[in-house]
């Protein structure tokens, strides 16, 4: 197994795991984020809908992980996932519509979205 084989598959690894650890407890989190940060949440499907999709996205790193160069096309799609969510979050932040806090987990995800990217290019030149 190459190094950069090895380097993606930690990646992909630790993303999901720490993903998994920071989304699955959202979904008993609907009220107490509605009074941590108000107001409580309108469109639960929207809600509990990006909380199950992000949730698939973890397992589908976990996927990568496992095989990396098979799947390393969709890797430019988990650099997509990681790259929407935070320049979403920085243009609310920057609106003034969302929590400071939320910054920090945007600069997480383009972290993790570099690390995506350089996986996927070292692949390339294995």
Known sequence: MSTSE???????FWAAVYGIVMLA???FLEGQLGRDFPPPITHPEHFYGFIGLALAWQF???AIARQPTRLRPVMLAAVLEKFSFAA???????????PLPLGIFAAIDVL???L???SYLRLREA
């Open 6 to 12: 090895t380097f993606a598959k930690r990646v992909f």
């Open 25 to 27: 407890p959202q979904y």
């Open 60 to 62: 589908a790193f976990l």
């Open 88 to 98: 979403s979050s920085f243009a609310l932040l920057a609106a003034a519509r969302a």
């Open 112 to 114: 993790l979205g570099a």
């Open 116 to 118: 995506f990217l350089t």
